[in-house]
């Protein structure tokens, strides 16, 4: 079984920075992609930044030159560095992450989400 677990969501002022990790665990070979996506109450679930091996990352164009996706490959950790935060980048935050459990096994897990609020 794997587990995504997420932290560094919180309370912080527009213009100020957070910086969300999301820890991997469980038996598995590797990680192949993670991703960051988002959620407001009555809203679809929002792709915000993924990652892939062997690719450039990906972000929504309002999140573009603000946020940046990074992964350590040793400590199987995803991290969003979220600067410049905007009141419209509160959400819950979820990572999600396509893990290799074996050779041509994957399957896709996601984190159990963190709540971002940003105050105007």
């Known amino acids: 079984q794997v587990q995504l677990v997420e932290s560094g969501g919180g309370l912080v002022q527009a213009g100020g920075s957070l910086r969300l990790s999301c820890a991997a665990s469980?038996?598995?070979?590797?990680?192949?992609?993670m991703a960051w996506y988002r959620q407001t109450p009555g809203k679809q679930r929002e792709l915000v930044a993924q990652?892939?091996?062997?690719?450039?990352?990906n972000y929504a164009d309002s999140v573009k030159g603000r946020f940046t996706i990074s992964r350590d490959n040793a400590k199987n950790t995803g991290y969003l560095q979220m600067n410049n935060l905007k009141p419209e980048d509160t959400a819950t935050y979820y990572c999600?992450?396509?893990?290799?459990?074996?050779?041509?096994?994957?399957?896709?897990?996601w984190g159990q989400g963190t709540q971002v609020t940003v105050s105007s």
């Open positions: 990652v892939a091996i062997g690719s450039r990352p």
């Open positions: 469980g038996s598995f070979v590797g990680i192949n992609a």
């Open positions: 999600n992450a396509e893990v290799s459990l074996r050779q041509w096994v994957t399957n896709n897990y």
